[in-house]
């Protein structure tokens, strides 16, 4: 009773608001700003984790024109992709908890999301989506981005896999990339039951939201390291790509966002005490003292990650924020990526690091990784620029595509599709250059503005702000 009067004391006071002084961004319609109210309180509310991850996991219906198959990705797919897991976070195991090799469960819960009779499987060019969806690795689920992943499959006329991958506090990195990889690998060498012969990796496109959008692009540097077939392409919607929080954006005052400005603080720090977390507390203790006490490998963290108050993120320990699969800006290289679709909003708080990662991505020798990695990207053997398109919409904020009805997200979902057909090769054309770009509320297209540039000089790149 108490939720359902403070819900409707939030829509009362905010459509008097909207009326009187004018919604946050002059293009919202009361609608968007309602909608932008829910997240704000729901972002600055303190519950347990438990709490937001039950909350957050009541299904949200499709969009009409699409069907739902559910289905679970057998554990051999996890078995398989430990494999190569192992050898590529060889250099980072004295910082993980190994946890996330023992599984708990028979497999992974997925849903395919399509348009029925579609004929995908008599296709020449099957147009396939992996999905991974955003919520900050600690909640949300499949269900719950059925807005987007039925969008993408109408409009994209293909067929989208989404999975429930192991959310933390629970489980640690690299349970999510462990869970998507072997998602990867499941359409690539399918069961004999599935309904589907092998996927050739170049009709494959990774997409996803927030938290999920760094997941596809972590799963492609996971993928480009451990010498596997590369997908066709990725796309990453208000990626988050740096775990460190380092850019300006991160606390800027003049963002119309939904995500909390913290100061450097993390979103351990925003939780009432429960039963998870205390026990990841426990085993965060134990882990760090671990890695304190024993010298099991070399420092592969920054003095910033050493934070008085304790964690940062529920993702990862503090000493591992700097590796490539937890935060992707911060990789060595950039390079040798399948072509990359890059969207961010205008005013959201993850502006600066999506922009950073595009120029780094498609101009590695101009633009550098964090101080402490200096050298390391003339050292890799991963040297040609990724073909990237970055796509800033105006007045737009975080997850715009799942939360607002205007013209920006339309137009971005049509630029999606676009993307899809031309890394899947249905349109026979070449791809375009890399290019940079401001999308305003119109949706008409034009070159970045100074403030979106500014970022390109910021000299703390992945150094945690005190």
């Known amino acids: 009773m108490t939720d359902f009067l403070n819900y409707s004391s939030l829509l009362i006071s905010t459509t008097i608001k909207h009326y009187l002084n004018g919604p946050p961004r002059p293009s919202w319609d009361l609608k968007n700003h309602l909608t932008f109210a829910k997240f704000s309180s729901s972002s600055n509310s303190t519950k347990t984790i438990e709490q937001l991850q039950t909350v957050n996991s009541v299904p949200v219906p499709a969009k009409t024109g699409v069907i739902i198959n559910e289905l679970k990705i057998n554990n051999e797919y996890r078995n398989e992709a430990q494999v ?74 293909a067929r989208v896999l989404v999975i429930n991958y192991r959310l933390a506090p629970q489980n640690q990195f690299p349970a999510a990339l462990h869970d998507a990889l072997a998602a990867y690998l499941y359409l690539l060498n399918p069961p004999k ?89 426990e085993k965060d203790a134990a882990l760090a003292a671990k890695i304190k006490n024993q010298n099991l490998g070399p420092k592969i963290w920054h003095d910033s990650f050493n934070r008085p108050g304790g964690r940062l993120q529920l993702y990862v320990a503090n000493e591992g924020l700097a590796i490539p699969y937890v935060s992707p800006m911060l990789a060595e290289s950039l390079c040798d990526l399948p072509p990359l679709l890059l969207t961010v909003g205008d005013d959201e708080r993850l502006l600066d690091e999506v922009i950073y990662f595009a120029h780094r991505a498609a101009e590695p020798t101009k633009y550098k990784g964090p101080s402490y990695n200096a050298g390391k990207f003339e050292k890799s053997p991963f040297q040609t620029p990724t073909n990237t398109t970055l796509e800033i919409y105006e007045e737009m904020p ?59 000089n910021w000299d703390k790149i992945g150094i945690v702000p005190s």
């Open 193 to 281: 039951d599935a309904g589907f012969e092998p996927l050739n990796p170049k009709n494959i496109v990774f997409a996803g939201n927030s938290a999920g959008g760094g997941l596809s692009l972590a799963l492609g540097l996971a993928i480009r390291d451990a010498g596997l077939s590369s997908s066709g392409g990725i796309i990453g919607s208000s990626p988050w790509v740096d775990l460190t929080v380092s850019m300006p954006s991160r606390v800027s005052d003049e963002c119309a966002d939904f995500i909390p400005n913290r100061k450097g603080g993390g979103t351990a720090d925003n939780f009432t005490e429960s039963q998870a977390s205390k026990e990841y507390k």
């Open 84 to 157: 190569h897991l192992d050898k590529i976070l060889k250099p980072y195991e004295h910082v993980l908890d190994p946890e996330w090799k023992n599984l708990k469960d028979d497999g992974i819960f997925a849903e395919w999301v399509q348009v029925p009779n579609d004929e995908w499987e008599k296709r020449e060019v099957r147009k396939t989506i992996l999905f991974l969806h955003g919520g900050g690795y600690i909640f949300l689920r499949k269900e719950s981005h059925r807005p987007i992943t039925s969008s993408l499959a109408k409009i994209a006329n």
């Open 398 to 456: 975080h997850d715009f595509q799942m939360l607002m009805e205007h013209v920006c997200t339309t137009k971005s979902y049509e630029r999606m599709a676009e993307f899809i057909n031309r890394v899947t090769n249905i349109l026979n054309e070449p791809l375009p250059p890399s290019s940079y770009n401001c999308v305003n509320v119109k949706g008409e297209f034009g070159p970045l503005k100074g403030r979106h540039e500014k970022c390109l």
